[in-house]
T-cell receptor, first 112, second 110 residues
Framework: KNQVEQSPQSLIILEGKNCTLQ??????????LRWYKQDTGRGPVSLTI?????NTKSNGRYTATLDADTKQSSLHITASQLSDSASYIC???????????FGGGTRLMVKP | NAGVTQTPKFQVLKTGQSMTLQCAQD?????MSWYRQDPGMGLRLIHY???????DQGEVPNGYNVSRSTTEDFPLRLLSAAPSQTSVYFC?????????FGPGTRLTVT
């Protein structure tokens, strides 16, 4: 069964600190992996897209990594800001691109 | 370019009532889909459409109907609302590069 597991479920950090969110998946065949940010009361918004051949991709203070061998991805947030408070969702697309498997998300709270 | 729009933003229904959640996109995307999001769970696919006149079931289709008469619109109908359908509903449309989500409809069934 295709599954995406995210950890931790929730995280509280102080403003300015770094953090890393984890995503493990068992989706097969794999097409790509995406990280989304979902602010409270809003729809998810794409942060990064990782294909099979990509190990690292950055988007500002967000850096995603992908290890296709171990089927793990991480999202590292540098110098966190209050506006980073949100849920971060890992989504894996299968090879056909038609089916998406969503992780349950990590809820991040950045405190001043 | 409004992207993906959804109405209403909030809705309260009584058990047994029916209603339609509206979704529209102005990006000329062929692929559109409906998800529900429940606390502690990932988004789950209800129905999807790969083009006007073509719809198919997702992971949790029971209790919901869809139609796709135009490229722009993809309404979701609840036939007879049940408390188990209390959730946040997201419509999304996709290009080959990216998926765009609407702002969501928060539905409560009492």
């Amino acid at each position: 069964k295709n599954q995406v597991e995210q950890s931790p479920q929730s995280l509280i950090i102080l403003e300015g600190k770094n953090c890393t969110l984890q995503c493990n998946y068992t989706v097969s065949p794999f097409s790509n992996l995406r990280w989304y940010k979902q602010d409270t009361g809003r729809g998810p918004v794409s942060l990064t897209i990782m294909t099979f051949s990509e190990n690292t991709k950055s988007n500002g203070r967000y850096t995603a990594t992908l290890d296709a061998d171990t089927k793990q991805s991480s999202l590292h947030i540098t110098a966190s800001q209050l506006s980073d408070s949100a849920s971060y969702i890992c989504v894996v697309y299968n090879n056909a691109g038609n089916m998406l498997t969503f992780g349950g998300g990590t809820r991040l709270m950045v405190k001043p | 370019n409004a992207g993906v729009t959804q109405t209403p933003k909030f809705q309260v229904l009584k058990t047994g009532q029916s209603m339609t959640l509206q979704c529209a996109q102005d990006m000329n995307h062929e692929y559109m889909s409906w998800y529900r999001q429940d606390p502690g769970m990932g988004l789950r696919l209800i129905h999807y459409s790969v083009g006007a006149g073509i719809t198919d079931q997702g992971e949790v289709p029971n209790g919901y109907n869809v139609s796709r008469s135009t490229t722009e619109d993809f309404p979701l109908r609840l036939l007879s609302a049940a408390p188990s359908q209390t959730s946040v509903y997201f419509c999304a449309s996709r290009s080959i590069y990216e998926q765009y989500f609407g702002p969501g409809t928060r539905l409560t069934v009492t």
